[in-house]
């Protein structure tokens, strides 16, 4: 008997007990019945389990369980399940995406029973945090372990935006998984781009940081038989995370993307330096220019931080990925230069601030939400 069939009774009897309770309980023979059945306690054990039940399907809406969910997080890529990084996956990692997975809670549903549009940010800001604690947390220690006017000054990662796109409605209870990415960076801003996706449509074709994910304990088994050839050819085609045909568009419930700026106290980290001190790009060719074209952000060259010194050679060193792609430092820029073609709408928003008419116009009124 599943999970679902022993919640049946409880639920009933909570809906008879309920609809008693509103009624003339003495002269309610349903009622009456639960209870010889239950006993003289049944219905506080029932109202009990109800309210244990309600608080664990909407766990993590309660209050303050989205710091819970946070610092979570922070312990767990820290600490438990820190990355792993590896002189075959550094700079073929850094556009891999990362897939967290949740679903709709029954306080998450608005009136139209579906999850409400304001629910969807506290999800995306979990599984945000998880890829930048992957990719970027080495490159923080780093540079942080670098002394700055005198000082050992951390060095911290800070959201500046964040825009979502709304396609498919997410019923209540239904589960989905979050698959979030590096999608570009400019001389001041990383972007990072998230899809809302439905559970079990879509798979990539490995993990690199958990190559036995998805395994059963057979095929970790009976691994160690192929031939070195055989598990060349499939680690190749399995850790680069790209599908040979293109996603099912159907399945993604919501898009969404968000800017992100590396800080040392009041100066700003050049998103190249940051994922070069992580061991996330390839070695730079001698030709290329210094930094990345400065579109989304107003930093001035003086304020971003002077390029990086060069890092350990195995962690920078090219990848080859999936049909022969070679992961160096032209790949990543071709990746980059095309994430921006989407990127440079977002940095357009900036210019939202002077569509503020402020105390130029006259205002259609002005209402209180609370009454105080």
Request: net charge positive; aromatic share 10%.
């Amino acid at each position: 008997m599943n999970a679902a069939a022993h919640l049946k009774p409880i639920i009933l009897s909570g809906l008879v007990l309920s609809a008693a309770a509103i009624t003339n309980q003495g002269s309610n023979p349903l009622y009456n019945q639960v209870l010889r059945v239950l006993g003289q306690n049944g219905a506080k054990r029932i109202w009990r389990a109800l309210c244990v039940l309600f608080l664990l399907l909407n766990l993590k809406s309660l209050p303050f369980f989205w710091h819970v969910r946070i610092f979570t997080t922070l312990i767990d890529r820290s600490y438990i399940r820190p990355s792993k990084f590896t002189p075959e996956n550094g700079p073929r990692a850094l556009f891999q995406p990362l897939i967290t997975s949740s679903r709709t809670t029954l306080l998450e549903t608005d009136y139209n029973l579906h999850k409400s549009n304001s629910t969807y940010f506290s999800d995306l800001d979990i599984s945000r945090l998880h890829l930048m604690l992957c990719l970027f947390q080495k490159g923080c220690e780093k540079l942080g372990a670098e002394k700055w006017e005198g000082a050992y000054v951390p060095v911290k990662v800070y959201l500046g935006g964040v825009t979502c796109t709304f396609r498919r409605e997410i019923k209540p209870f239904e589960p989905y998984d979050i698959w979030s990415r590096v999608l570009c960076w400019d001389r001041k801003w990383i972007y990072i781009v998230s899809h809302i996706v439905k559970k079990g449509v879509v798979k990539p074709k490995g993990y690199t940081f958990q190559p036995n994910k998805g395994k059963r304990w057979t095929d970790r088994l009976f691994a160690k038989a192929k031939s070195s050839n055989q598990q060349s050819a499939a680690g190749s085609h399995l850790q680069n995370g790209i599908s040979d045909g293109q996603p099912p568009h159907d399945a993604i419930f919501a898009t969404s993307i968000a800017k992100y700026v590396a800080k040392r106290g009041r100066l700003t980290i050049g998103p190249e330096r940051l994922l070069d001190a992580a061991g996330l790009l390839p070695p730079k060719p001698a030709q290329a220019p210094d930094g990345s074209t400065n579109i989304g952000g107003s930093a001035s060259v003086n304020e971003l931080s002077s390029p990086a010194e060069s890092v350990e050679p195995q962690l920078n060193s090219g990848t080859i990925g999936l049909l022969g792609e070679v992961w160096d430092w032209d790949r990543i820029e071709a990746e980059r230069l095309e994430g921006m073609k989407v990127a440079d709408h977002m940095a357009g928003l900036d210019g939202l601030l002077g569509a503020f008419t402020g105390d130029t116009r006259a205002a259609l009124g002005r209402y209180k939400e609370l009454p105080w």
